[in-house]
Structure formats: structure tokens, C-alpha cells
């Protein structure tokens, strides 16, 4: 099948950078976004950022300005710099792709990365 493969949480001050990558790999036709979700404790999961194959990107409002996301669609990866990190960030971040697999290109599924801890303490 598919899997996605995140790597890069961690612990930063209040005020630090962190960057997360996340690549795909398996049965893979094409991919049509690639995103970040967080859910932080007690919370609902929120979409973070997104990012089309045509290089169009949207971010929730309140990480406008201090994360970037970046797609490599020859590598099938992406990625979320972090920067200006607060402590209302810390939570559990999520890759998820929506992937067309090979010979079903009529239908794209969803994909999940099994999350990567991002704590900042304040």
C-alpha cells in the first residue's frame, strides 16, 4: 500500500524553529495534496497547512507568517518549517496525503503519517 514516514518533532524554547518532513512511498499513481494536521491534547485535529501539486498552498490563520510548506513532487515528500514556534503549537503533528494509486485513478485515498511530537515550552 502507501505509508507515510514523518520525522523532525521535538523539543524548542518558546521562539524557536523546527522543521518536519514527511515522504511517501508504496503504491503511489499521483498525489494530490499533501498537508499537515496537529491535534494538540483535548483538542480536535486541525489542518495546519496544505499544499497542491500545482504549487498552490493554504495555511490556518494562526500559523500565517511563521510556517512555510514545501512539496517536492519528484520525491513525493513534504515539508513544514517551523518558525517563531509558541507553546499553543505543541501537539502531536500529522502528515496526510490524498493518493491516487497506481491503475485506480479514479479515486484518491487517504493517507496518514503516525505523527510526530512537537513540544514548546515557554
Known amino acids: 500500500q502507501v505509508q507515510l514516514v514523518e520525522s523532525g518533532g521535538g523539543l524548542v524554547q518558546y521562539g524557536g524553529s523546527l522543521r518536519l518532513s514527511c515522504a511517501a512511498s508504496?503504491?503511489?499513481?499521483?498525489?494530490?495534496?499533501m498537508d499537515w494536521y496537529r491535534q494538540a491534547p483535548g483538542k480536535q485535529r486541525e489542518l495546519v497547512a496544505s499544499?497542491?501539486?500545482?504549487?498552490?498552498?493554504n495555511y490556518a490563520d494562526s500559523v500565517k507568517g511563521r510556517f512555510t510548506i514545501s512539496r517536492d513532487n519528484a520525491k513525493n515528500t513534504v515539508s513544514l518549517e517551523m518558525n517563531s514556534l509558541e507553546p499553543e503549537d505543541t501537539a502531536v503533528y500529522y502528515c496526510?496525503?490524498?493518493?491516487?494509486?497506481?491503475?485506480?485513478?479514479?479515486?484518491?485515498?487517504?493517507?496518514w503519517g503516525q505523527g510526530t511530537q512537537v513540544t514548546v515550552s515557554s
Open positions: 508504496g503504491n503511489i499513481g499521483s498525489i494530490d495534496t
Open positions: 496526510h496525503a490524498l493518493i491516487r494509486n497506481r491503475g485506480i485513478w479514479s479515486r484518491a485515498y487517504n493517507y
Open positions: 499544499a497542491s501539486g500545482g504549487g498552490s498552498t
